[in-house]
């Protein structure tokens, strides 16, 4: 990122075109790489990312809470992570309107899914690779198996414009 703001001449021989799609149209990419040639304007300094996010349950049900988090999809608490005990009933520990304090553990944009917990201390999912071509997520595979091949690490990117136009200039 560092070889891109502010390098002008490397700016100006993009193509947006080339780097627009359907999630990030044209003009989403032309203001990337407008605000890219302007190093001295608005830089954010680094922070830190919000871990807790306060959340209304709107619908207490046998498989868990489901909570309203402020975006356009409700997410589950699902019974196992509503506490760090065992919770039999999750009407004992969540009531219709209660605000809670949750964290979010996965988002499946596909299915259309976030996984929340209340236990503050559990640690997100990482995101499942998926089977070339059966849409079924992989197995994991027996530590005892030494002849299938080690996975290879994978750097997860956000899911942002600017992170897909930076992959696109990668690629």
Known sequence: MEGLVGNNKLLKSLNPVKC?????????????????????????PEFSTVAFKEGVVINVAALGAFID??????????????????????HTVGK???????????????????ALTMRLTDAPV????EARGTGKREQPRDRKDRSAKPQQKR?????????AVFARLKG
């Open 69 to 90: 988090i402020g975006v356009h999809q409700d997410g589950l608490v699902h019974i196992s992570a509503l506490a760090n005990k065992f919770v039999e009933d999750p």
């Open 20 to 44: 627009a799609n359907e999630q990030f149209g044209l003009l989403t990419v032309t203001d990337i790489v407008r605000e890219l040639e302007k190093p001295e304007c608005d830089r954010q």
């Open 155 to 163: 750097e997860s990117t956000p899911n942002t414009a600017m992170a």
């Open 96 to 114: 219709v309107g209660q605000v809670v304090k949750v964290k979010v553990l996965e988002v499946d944009e596909k299915r259309k899914r976030i």
């Open 126 to 129: 990482p995101q499942a690779q």
